[in-house]
């Protein structure tokens, strides 16, 4: 069984461009999670989409993050404009539905300089 | 609010020694806990999990934590550490809803 999928792995961008990740989840998981970690700390839930809608965005910084899962497969996770303070690795994650066990992808390395 | 906490930032074993990575939960109910670890440039992997039952729970690569109510706390253990099992750990709730909170990480060395 195929895992989690992101890309790219690694992006370093200037402060106020924009960055763009994606995510393939597990085939068949109805749920999908966009995590933000910043180095030293655990990973912290930006938004949880079930299927194609949004569950929770409550700490996902909507003046310059976004984020859109259609047709409720795959996901984009976009910054624009970028800060400093957002160079931290952005894990995606999947499960078959809510309560159960995570699936998580590799994530993505940004820089931010 | 509800949360774990990893009171260990880093530790350090002897290849062979026994490990245990303490964790501390707060949650009003009796919550859903984790145990992920996390090598390099890599994603995390579940290694155990706790719902409810037996509160002595097994996992992968010969890990298993205790549930301990009164206590409030979910140790990790494995009896004889490998120098693979280098890595970051990292102990994670829910009070019963879905949202998945982390402590803030164990990194744990081992020495050969």
């Keep these: ?113 | 609010a509800q949360s774990v906490t990893q009171p260990d930032i880093h530790i350090t074993v002897s290849e062979g020694a026994s490990l245990e990575l303490r964790c501390n939960y707060s949650y009003g109910a009796t919550p859903y806990l984790f145990w992920y670890v996390q090598s390099p440039g890599q994603g995390l992997q579940l290694l155990l999990k706790y719902f409810s039952g037996d509160t002595l729970v097994q996992g992968i690569k010969g890990f298993e934590a205790e549930f301990k109510r009164s206590q409030s706390s979910f140790n990790l253990r494995k009896p004889s550490v490998h120098w693979s099992d280098a890595a970051e750990y990292f102990c994670a709730g829910t009070g019963g809803g879905n949202k998945l909170t982390f402590g803030t990480g164990t990194q744990l060395k081992v020495e050969l």
């Design chain 1, 1 to 113: 069984e195929a895992g989690v999928a992101q890309s790219p792995r690694y992006k370093i961008i200037e402060k106020r461009q924009s960055v763009a990740f994606w995510c393939n989840p597990i085939s068949g998981h109805a749920t999908l999670y966009w995590y933000q970690q910043i180095l030293g700390q655990g990973p912290k839930l930006l938004i949880q989409f079930q299927n194609n809608g949004v569950v929770d965005d409550s700490q996902l910084p909507k003046d310059r993050f976004s984020a859109e899962r259609l047709k409720g497969v795959d996901s984009t996770l976009k910054i624009q404009p970028a800060k400093l303070e957002d160079s931290a690795v952005y894990l995606c994650a999947s499960s078959l539905e809510v309560y159960n066990e995570q699936f998580f992808g590799p994530g993505t390395r940004l820089t931010v300089l």
